[in-house]
């Protein structure tokens, strides 16, 4: 995994008032300032504070 956490797998803990899913796996394309950057529910990606996610892997993806 490189250091600004691209390629952790997420999940989602809180879907309001935004456009994630409670349980869903989510893939981490960076990690900037606190903050995730995810594809979200609308297919677009954008900035999430990290609390809203819980880790499911600590590997990076193939």
């Given at each position: 995994?490189?250091?600004?956490?691209?390629?952790?797998?997420?999940f989602g803990?809180?879907?309001?008032p935004?456009?994630?899913?409670v349980?869903?796996?989510?893939?981490?394309?960076?990690?900037?300032h606190?903050?995730?950057?995810?594809?979200?529910d609308?297919?677009?990606?954008?900035?999430?504070p990290?609390?809203?996610?819980?880790?499911?892997?600590?590997?990076?993806?193939?």
């Open positions: 995994m490189t250091p600004d956490g691209e390629g952790r797998l997420v803990r809180f879907d309001w935004t456009d994630l899913t349980g869903r796996l989510y893939q981490v394309l960076s990690d900037e606190g903050l995730y950057r995810v594809v979200d609308t297919g677009e990606d954008y900035m999430y990290i609390w809203m996610f819980e880790h499911a892997f600590q590997q990076s993806l193939p």
